[in-house]
């Protein structure tokens, strides 16, 4: 696999800034479809991004046979359920919690 046989780590960077370049990206795409669906649509398809990141591993458990491909799909769907947990669950508790903002945040 192209990450076991990385002795120096030098692919580590890339995928993190994978992850955090899909969420930044993800974060307006699930912003415009939460004000037209809801904020829990836009929960679902995060629930469904990690859900997928751990499935990943049980579609292809052999590690050693992940290559950018498999490896560039997980980071992106880490990368869609962080953005919709860091916008649209936020967004659901300043809503649940709207007399109470310290307490949404807390």
Request: hydrophobic share 50%.
């Amino acid at each position: 696999g192209i990450v076991l046989s990385d002795e120096n780590s030098s692919l580590v960077g890339v995928l993190s800034s994978t992850t955090s370049a899909v969420a930044s990206i993800m974060s307006v795409v699930l912003g415009k479809f939460s004000e037209r669906n809801g904020n829990g649509s836009a929960l679902v398809v995060g629930s469904v991004s990690f859900f997928m990141v751990a499935f990943m591993f049980v579609l292809k458990p052999e590690l050693s046979s992940w290559g950018w491909g498999t490896l560039l799909i997980t980071y992106s769907f880490q990368g869609i359920g962080r953005a919709t947990f860091e916008g649209a669950l936020r967004a659901e508790f300043a809503n649940f919690f709207a007399s109470e903002k310290e307490g949404a945040f807390a």
